[in-house]
């Protein structure tokens, strides 16, 4: 099981959650942060400080952002298991189903 991020966090991008994960797993990517499904170690120190509500335990996801779980897990399929994200940066991408989405907050 692992912490998923869901739409509150696209185009807003907080990191509060970043600062706040022991084991630098949550990734930047273009408009959206992501948790590494292998590399998070579920404490969920992340999640209580996310300012948006954005980040949830894989069983409690809301229905209607079911789609964010694969979301999460297939950004990772190019960039593998690096390890860490603070090394990797910001990433030039996202998943298809952020990409697609028009802008949010505006």
């Known amino acids: 099981m692992t912490y998923v991020i ?3 966090c696209v185009d807003l991008k907080d990191r509060a959650c970043v600062d706040e994960c022991p084991v630098d797993c949550i990734y930047e990517g273009e408009r959206m942060l992501y948790i590494h ?19 949830y335990y ?3 996801l809301p229905e ?5 779980y694969q979301a999460n897990v297939d950004f990772f399929e190019e960039i593998g298991s690096p390890g ?3 090394k ?15 802008p949010q907050g505006e």
């Open 6 to 8: 869901a739409l509150p």
């Open 37 to 55: 499904p292998d590399e998070c170690v579920d404490c969920g120190a992340c999640e209580p400080v996310c300012p948006v509500e954005a980040i």
């Open 58 to 60: 894989e069983d409690d």
């Open 64 to 68: 209607e952002w079911a789609d964010y």
């Open 84 to 86: 860490g994200a603070a």
């Open 88 to 102: 990797l940066g910001v990433q030039p991408f996202d998943h298809p189903l952020i990409s697609a989405l028009p």
